[in-house]
């Protein structure tokens, strides 16, 4: 019901910087959360940011004071700044939206690439 869009993946040296783009198909002011995860080859998916209704955003030790997570509730967009980036941040990321009403239902994007490598 609800479509999640990912784009800005791709290659990039260390220490360089990405945006990543979620598009939703409805409005994200509804949902109870959004925001990334990330799963890299051989790993488990691991959460990378997320905002909650309140406007607060909760990050993964490994990401935080690199990694910014903003929310556009006009535009229906979802965006995360990669700065100083890493070898170790290699994955496929995925936009998360968390909504419903009854029932509590979690949307998934189809993901982006991220290569970080000289």
Do not use: H
């Not at 509804?30 to 990330?38: A, C, I, K, P, T």
């Not at 070898?87 to 496929?92: G, I, L, W």
């Amino acid at each position: 019901q609800v479509q999640l869009v990912e784009s800005g993946g791709g290659l990039v040296q260390p220490g360089g910087s990405l945006r990543l783009s979620c598009a939703a198909s409805t409005s994200i002011s509804s949902m109870f959360s959004m925001g990334w995860y990330r799963q890299a080859p051989g790993k488990q998916r691991e959460l990378v940011a997320i905002i909650t209704r309140g406007g607060t955003t909760n990050y993964a030790d490994s990401v935080k004071g690199r990694f910014y997570n903003s929310g556009d509730n006009v535009k229906n967009m979802v965006y995360l700044q990669m700065n100083s980036l890493k070898p170790e941040d290699t994955a496929v990321y995925y936009c998360y939206a968390k909504g419903g009403r009854l029932v509590r239902v979690e949307y998934w994007g189809q993901g982006t690439q991220v290569t970080v490598s000289s």
